[in-house]
């Protein structure tokens, strides 16, 4: 089985600019969690997504937000991007949805706003 | 919401000495407790987790304690060797999954 892909593997962007990731889970997985890690704050909790509806949401402002697609696939946003966003952007899917099950993390997209 | 302490920060250990990461969460709503190592330049990846109707699990070199009572829980990595050098977070989660800062464990050969 394949793991969660997350596309691209690395950005450049520039400040001001909007950014989009991309995350596909495990085959059959339908929650997919977004993360956000950074030398300084370890893993930071930014929204979880389960049947295309989001179920929890961390405190990030309104710039990050996200969707799920009826395929389970799941899109991250960051618009109006400041310097302080650089950070590996990580994504993880479980497969029934259930809080108390693994997550399973995908290499991750780096951003660096310049 | 739920906050998540972890110590220590860093731990350097010699080669088959153990090595013990502690954490504290807030929410007394957890039920579940997963620890993950993530090498340099790689994902997080489960090692071990446990639920809050166990108090003790154990794989291989690695156990976990979980204290209810106490809110705190434990990762404990015995005969230690240098692959198991790596950032470990522990996780406490009741909804969402909130993760401690991180340790980051050195096994000296």
């Known amino acids: 089985k394949a793991g969660v892909t997350q596309t691209p593997r690395y950005l450049i962007k520039t400040r001001g600019q909007q950014v989009t990731l991309s995350c596909s889970p495990i085959?059959?997985?339908?929650?997919v969690s977004w993360y956000q890690q950074t030398p300084g704050q370890g893993l930071q909790f930014l929204f979880e997504y389960f049947s295309e509806t989001q179920r929890n949401k961390g405190n990030f402002p309104g710039r990050f937000s996200g969707r799920q697609f009826s395929n389970s696939r799941s899109e991250m946003n960051v618009s109006t991007l400041e310097l302080g966003d650089s950070a590996l952007y990580l994504c993880?899917?479980?497969?029934?949805?259930?809080?108390?099950?693994?997550?399973?993390f995908g290499n991750g997209t780096r951003l660096t706003v310049t | 919401g739920e906050n998540v302490e972890q110590h220590p920060s860093t731990l350097s250990v010699q080669e088959g000495d153990s090595a013990v990461i502690k954490c504290t969460y807030s929410?007394?709503?957890?039920?579940?407790f997963p620890w993950y190592k993530q090498e340099l330049g790689k994902r997080p990846q489960l090692i071990i987790d446990?639920?809050?109707?166990?108090g003790e699990k154990k794989d291989q070199r690695i156990a976990v304690t979980l204290n209810k009572t106490a809110k705190h829980f434990s990762l404990h990595i015995t005969e230690t060797q240098p692959e198991d050098s790596a950032v470990y977070f522990c996780g406490a989660s009741y909804g969402k999954l909130t993760f401690g800062q991180g340790t980051i464990l050195t096994v000296h050969p």
């Open positions: 993880a899917s479980r497969g029934d949805g259930i809080t108390s099950s693994p997550l399973h």
């Open positions: 929410d007394s709503a957890s039920n579940y």
């Open positions: 446990i639920r809050s109707n166990v």
């Open positions: 085959s059959g997985h339908r929650s």
